[in-house]
């Protein structure tokens, strides 16, 4: 791995520092990294998430937006819309002395300048936003005094332990913002990465961009990572997701006429798997999910393995066709959890089996109905659970078929 400090001039003539790394032989592609609001390139995260796409083949450029880090300017004068300018410029820079940045990586409110930027850079293919607002006014809930700051003008504030000078200019631009226009505008692929657990930035923050954004678009839960993905093995694991998720954006002239781009007909998926592991990127009807293995089985469990998307295909099945049968008929159903699992089972413990030796694939299926129901309805509700037609399915004598693509 090649590391190197860069500094570039920004459009107001700030001097903006800034860390490239590369790998040891030649870029796929390069990557433009945004730091979260009031942070530096200098912060952990952004260190292992960097170094795992290098170990991918990728270069990145993070940099100190201006006023902030080692980069040169007052905070106090910048704002969200100089965050964007400031990403510009970087990428502008990148252009010159490396390669233009195929994709935008941001991280908080950097994950919103790089989502109201993309557009604004021609060279971005791809987008990805780690625990990002949906609006960045969302950056007034954590400054205490923001009447203050509008009455005086400016005041001090203490984010994460360390004090900042806030014009009433930024509270103004922020305010001003429509990020969810750029969302729908973007026309390029973007993965939202999140955790359930981020107290600074709700989950319900990556609902909304993920509604607002159009196909293709993806979302992958952080687990149990904290805002700052403070661990080293969350952000090291995003690291290596986006990098196989990007994989397929930086590897075709025009991204357009990849497969990844085509909404399939009727039910047909496309899943790809780089053969450096087991994580799997799948393409249904448009909609873009994982699926990987478990740690202890060799992958790096970003993803549902097969078996969990089978019963999962099966629950969701069921649950549908209960709530078309209770709409026909009028019964008051309100809820519906189906809850699945999924063993190997010797023939002999089978009492209902035809099949008498060696082992059968056995799931049971766990039925929960909320609602006004009698027990008449009850029984027929778990009746019709077995005719959803993914259960028949599988009940059924399946043909598959496999051949070669020419």
């Known amino acids: 791995m090649i590391q190197e400090r860069i500094k570039f001039k920004n459009r107001k003539n700030y001097e903006l520092t800034g860390i490239v790394q590369l790998p040891d032989k030649k870029p796929t592609a390069f990557i433009l990294f945004a730091h979260c609001f009031t942070c530096s390139k200098n912060i952990k995260a952004l260190g292992h998430i960097s170094d795992s796409l290098v170990k991918n083949g990728i270069g990145v450029l993070r940099f100190d937006f201006t006023g902030l880090g080692e980069s040169e300017g007052e905070f106090s004068d910048t704002n969200f819309s100089s965050n964007i300018e ?50 960045p006014d969302h950056i007034l809930r954590h400054i205490g005094n923001v009447e203050e700051i509008e009455e005086k003008g400016i005041g001090r504030v203490n984010i994460a332990g360390r004090e900042f000078n806030i014009k009433k200019q930024f509270i103004d631009d922020v305010e001003k913002q429509s990020l969810s226009e750029k969302i729908k505008q973007l026309n390029m692929p973007l993965l939202i990465l999140h955790s359930p657990y981020d107290r600074i930035v709700g989950i319900d923050n990556a609902t909304e ?14 687990d149990k990572a904290d805002h700052l993905l403070s661990d080293p093995n969350d952000s090291a694991n995003a690291g290596y997701l986006i990098a196989s998720w990007v994989r397929k954006y930086l590897t075709n002239d025009d991204p357009k006429k990849s497969d990844s781009f085509v909404r399939l007909d009727g039910n047909q998926v496309a899943v790809s798997t780089d053969m ?120 059924s004598e399946v043909s598959i078929k496999s051949r070669l693509k020419e």
């Open 86 to 135: 400031d990403l510009a410029d970087a990428a502008s820079y990148m252009k010159e002395h490396f390669e233009a940045p195929s994709v935008l990586i941001g991280h908080s409110l950097g994950g919103a300048a790089v989502l109201a930027a993309a557009g604004e850079i021609q060279s971005c293919r791809a987008v990805v936003t780690i625990a990002a607002p949906s609006s």
């Open 209 to 222: 961009i993920f509604i607002a954004a159009k196909h293709p678009k993806s979302f992958v839960s952080l």
């Open 276 to 395: 450096s592991g087991f994580f799997s990127t799948i393409n249904a009807g448009g909609h873009y999910f994982y699926a990987d293995e478990p740690i202890a089985a060799g992958g790096t469990d970003n993803g549902p393995s097969p078996y969990e998307l089978l019963l999962a295909s099966l629950g969701s099945c069921t649950n549908m066709t209960l709530k078309m049968y209770a709409d026909h008929k009028g019964i008051p159903l309100e809820k519906v959890i189906s809850r699945l699992s999924h063993e190997k089972i010797h023939a002999e413990d089978c009492m209902d089996c035809e099949t008498e030796k060696g082992r059968i694939d056995r799931i049971e299926k766990e039925i929960e109905l909320t609602g006004d129901l009698t027990p008449e309805q009850i029984k027929r509700l778990l009746e019709i659970s077995e005719r959803c037609p993914v259960h028949r399915t599988l009940n």
